[in-house]
């Protein structure tokens, strides 16, 4: 039987916000690389469970050819994020893989409000199960509207557009 995830998940000063897909220290974001944070959440869903790099490598890059560098790679940047040298969060367990060793909280964090620009749009971030990481902006009231910028990177440059700016 599958069991549902929470969207956050804590552990020693972090929280995991698989919503948003981003590390907190408190309320400070750490940056993270995609695949590395892809990851960590693998690793924190699997808690206290031996993961081998076979597995990860076939979780986190499927059809994709990569090497056990990838994975240590990976790792290599989580326990930086971490600040883990001692290596207490995630555990290697030589020539099988690692174990996340960190006792997870089911307490519900202290949330940080979405961040809004300068327009009033909320911002969220989600991952569709595909795999796929998206930015959600929402502003106003109303029916839905799915709306593609032209401009797919900056979308400060379609508000300030002539064109599409005053919606």
Known sequence: MHTVFPRTVAFDVYTLDLQRCSLLRGPDQIQLRPKSFDLLRYLAEHSGRLVSKAELMQAIWPDVL???DSVVQCIGDIRAALRDDARRIIKTVPRRGYVFAA?????EPTRQPPSTSSHGQEITFCRTT??????VACVGR???LVYIPTWATHLE?????????PL
């Open 142 to 144: 109303g029916e839905p």
């Open 103 to 107: 006792e997870l909280s089911d307490k």
């Open 130 to 135: 595909d795999g796929v990481n998206l930015a």
């Open 66 to 68: 990569v090497t056990e």
């Open 157 to 165: 440059y379609d508000w300030q557009s002539p064109i599409r700016g």
